[in-house]
């Protein structure tokens, strides 16, 4: 059985496929319509989590034990509506606060990645920390050994802020991680997070000639604005990442990159996946560009693929519109599931979901008219 989860602007979704992956039905929205960047599942328990907040709630994250029927929120940092609060005892009813002091305080705004592996659910947050939980998402604590590199004050946000909206966990070996940061770049740990590597540099100096975007690769460094990153399966830690200037490859866990936008239709582009079982198979789906619009190039969608690890590509169009879509589809809003024949699933920020059950072969509009998706999961 497949749920993907969604994460919107007005709260979480559940998309439910059945064991077919047909008739797809909409639940939410959950979570009080908090904005919900990140909604993920542990298939062995069944548990979700989701995490978000503004100005207004700070951030939290929600979880629910029942496949979505209930949520209990876990507060981190204050939001305006403490402030309200503090100084209305009707306000502080409506809302339930009580004024017990938050862990963070206002630390951060919102949550905006999570991570589940080997027991521990970790969070990324805007302005960029780490967290990490041991008991299920009811408390949290921060990871220090990232908060206090010596390049965090040298970090540069990107146009959303300055956000750790990337977490990549070892399949076998829970003191080994990644995380991206826009615009600081890739961070890794082997001790399980008490100290941090920073992992951008190229793999040869050749890569940074001809390009005049300020988020090009330069100095010897990939752009620090890396957009999303996943793990192949295997051995070896295959990594690939979708920047805000072209797509990349390491083979050697982020210690260096090489450049595989050749082929695609643009530098530009947020999300990337990689098939499940194969590590040469993965899509991504370019913008573009990031000044002209960030819609699909020519306004005709289509999900790119590669059978040899980004070598050569090809355009994926069967079922995606392909005359005026405008449509952005936003750095965690691709998604995958495990079956046999490998699903693949995107959410946009004009309310649909799109997903293919042979692999990007053709395309099927599954839900539509949600809020802005911000992510997408399967579960």
């Known amino acids: 059985?497949?749920?993907?989860?969604?994460?919107?602007?007005?709260?979480?979704?559940?998309?439910?496929?059945?064991?077919?992956?047909?008739?797809?039905?909409?639940?939410?929205?959950?979570?009080?319509?908090?904005?919900?960047?990140?909604?993920?599942?542990?298939?062995?328990?069944?548990?979700?989590?989701?995490?978000?907040?503004?100005?207004?709630?700070?951030?939290?994250?929600?979880?629910?034990?029942?496949?979505?029927?209930?949520?209990?929120?876990?507060?981190?940092?204050?939001?305006?509506?403490?402030?309200?609060?503090?100084?209305?005892?009707?306000?502080?009813?409506?809302?339930?606060?009580?004024?017990?002091?938050?862990?963070?305080?206002?630390?951060?705004?919102?949550?905006?990645?999570?991570?589940?592996?080997?027991?521990?659910?970790?969070?990324?947050?805007?302005?960029?920390?780490?967290?990490?939980?041991?008991?299920?998402?009811?408390?949290?604590?921060?990871?220090?050994?990232?908060?206090?590199?010596?390049?965090?004050?040298?970090?540069?946000?990107?146009?959303?802020?300055?956000?750790?909206h990337t977490i990549v966990s070892h399949p076998s070996d829970p003191k080994r991680a990644w995380v991206g940061i826009s615009a600081a770049g890739v961070f890794a740990t082997e001790d399980g997070g008490g100290t941090w590597e920073r992992r951008n540099r190229l793999s040869n100096a050749e890569a940074c000639e001809g390009h005049q975007h300020p988020a090009a690769p330069r100095d010897g460094d990939v752009g620090h604005c890396v957009h999303n990153m996943m793990r192949a399966p295997g051995g070896g830690d295959l990594l690939y990442q979708q920047n805000h200037h072209g797509v990349w490859r390491s083979t050697d866990g982020g210690r260096s990159w090489d450049d595989i936008t050749s082929g695609l239709p643009s530098t530009f582009g947020f999300p990337i996946r990689v098939h499940p079982a194969d590590p040469q198979t993965l899509w991504t789906l370019p913008l573009n560009g990031d000044s002209q619009g960030r819609f699909p190039p020519d306004a005709a969608c289509a999900v790119w693929r590669s059978r040899d690890g980004g070598e050569s590509w090809q355009a994926m169009r069967e079922g995606l519109p392909q005359e005026g879509c405008f449509f952005t589809v936003l750095r965690q809003a691709m998604a995958g599931d495990a079956e046999e024949q490998a699903g693949v699933y995107f959410g946009t920020n004009s309310g649909s979901v799109f997903a293919s059950t042979n692999e990007g072969d053709t395309w099927l509009e599954i839900a539509r008219h949600l809020p802005t998706i911000l992510s997408v999961e399967t579960m």
Do not use: Y
Request: proline share 5%; glycine share 16%.
């Open 1 to 164: 059985m497949v749920k993907v989860l969604l994460g919107t602007t007005k709260g979480a979704f559940i998309l439910d496929g059945g064991e077919s992956r047909t008739g797809w039905k909409v639940s939410g929205p959950h979570c009080d319509g908090w904005c919900i960047n990140h909604a993920i599942g542990d298939p062995a328990s069944g548990t979700i989590w989701a995490g978000g907040g503004s100005a207004f709630t700070g951030a939290g994250v929600w979880r629910s034990e029942d496949g979505g029927e209930s949520w209990q929120l876990t507060r981190l940092t204050k939001g305006d509506m403490d402030d309200w609060a503090a100084n209305d005892p009707d306000t502080a009813a409506f809302f339930g606060i009580t004024g017990e002091p938050l862990p963070f305080e206002s630390d951060f705004q919102q949550i905006w990645s999570l991570n589940h592996s080997h027991g521990t659910l970790h969070a990324g947050t805007k302005p960029a920390q780490l967290l990490a939980s041991s008991d299920k998402g009811a408390s949290f604590s921060r990871v220090e050994g990232l908060t206090n590199h010596p390049s965090a004050d040298s970090w540069n946000p990107g146009a959303a802020g300055l956000v750790l």
